[in-house]
C-alpha cells in the first residue's frame, strides 16, 4: 500500500507565527485528508482535499492538494495556542494510511 | 447521538491474557475501523469492516482478530497479549469509504 510521510515530526513556534506540515507520497494519491489530536485526544478530521491542485481554507488554515495528487500541505497563519497538538495527513487508494503527524507546540 | 464510544478506557494485561476492546457507533455507518497509535506515531490500521459480516485486514493485523456481526459493533480481539501490543486503540467509523472518519476517545493498553 501507498506511503505517506509527513515533515517535519515536531515544530515549535511563537504565538502570532506560521506554521506549516507537509505530506508526500512517491505514488498518486486518490485524496488526501487532514485530522488534528490534541494532547491526550482522539484524531478530529479537518478537511478532505480530492482534486489535482485543489485549495481549501478554513478561518486561518490553509490545505492544498498538488497538482500531481503525490503532495499536500496545511498551513496556519498565525498561530494559537489552541492550534496545539498534532496534525496527520491520511489517504486511503486501498485501505488508509496516516502520515506520521507533526506535533506543533506554541508559547504565548 | 453518541457517536463512537470504546471500552474499556484503559487496561493491564499480562502476557499471555487474552481480552476483547469494545466499539459502538450510533451513526448508522456503514465503514468501521481499528487503529493502533504507539508513542509519538501516526496511526495505524490493523482491521476494517464495509459493513455487517464482512471484514479485511489492514497494515498490521497480526495478533488480532475482529468480527462484525451487527451496523454499529466492531470488537476487536487481542487472544495472546503481547509486551509489543502495549498502545492506544481507536476506533472509527464512517458513511462510506473516503469519507471523513470519526473517532472514539481510545483504550490506553498495556501489556506486561
Known amino acids: 500500500g501507498q506511503q505517506v510521510m509527513q515533515i517535519p515530526q515536531y515544530q515549535h513556534v511563537q504565538e502570532g507565527e506560521d506554521f506549516t506540515t507537509y505530506c508526500n507520497s512517491s505514488?498518486?494519491?486518490?485524496?488526501i485528508q487532514w485530522y488534528k489530536q490534541r494532547p491526550g485526544g482522539h484524531p478530529v478530521f479537518l478537511i478532505q482535499?480530492?482534486?489535482?491542485?485543489e485549495v481549501k481554507k478554513q478561518k486561518r488554515l490553509t490545505f492544498q492538494f498538488g497538482e500531481a495528487k503525490k503532495n499536500s500541505s496545511l498551513h496556519i497563519t498565525a498561530t494559537q495556542t489552541t492550534d496545539v497538538g498534532t496534525y496527520f495527513c491520511?489517504?486511503?487508494?486501498?485501505?488508509?494510511?496516516f502520515g506520521a503527524g507533526t506535533r506543533l507546540t506554541v508559547k504565548p | 447521538n453518541a457517536g463512537v464510544t470504546q471500552t474499556p478506557k484503559f487496561r493491564i494485561l499480562k502476557i499471555g491474557q487474552s481480552m476483547t476492546l469494545q466499539c459502538t457507533q450510533d451513526?448508522?455507518?456503514?465503514?468501521m475501523y481499528w487503529y493502533r497509535q504507539d508513542p509519538g506515531m501516526g496511526l495505524k490500521l490493523i482491521y476494517y469492516?464495509?459493513?455487517?459480516?464482512?471484514?479485511d485486514k489492514g497494515e498490521v493485523p497480526n495478533g488480532y482478530n475482529v468480527s462484525r456481526s451487527t451496523t454499529e459493533d466492531f470488537p476487536l480481539r487481542l487472544e495472546l497479549a503481547a509486551p509489543s501490543q502495549t498502545s492506544v486503540y481507536f476506533c472509527?467509523?464512517?458513511?462510506?469509504?473516503?469519507?471523513?472518519?470519526?473517532f472514539g476517545p481510545g483504550t490506553r493498553l498495556t501489556v506486561t
Open positions: 472509527a467509523s464512517s458513511y462510506v469509504a473516503k469519507y471523513e472518519q470519526y
Open positions: 505514488t498518486t494519491l486518490s485524496n
Open positions: 482535499l480530492v482534486k489535482s491542485g
Open positions: 491520511a489517504s486511503n487508494n486501498n485501505d488508509m494510511r
Open positions: 451513526m448508522n455507518h456503514n465503514y
Open positions: 469492516s464495509v459493513g455487517a459480516g464482512i471484514t
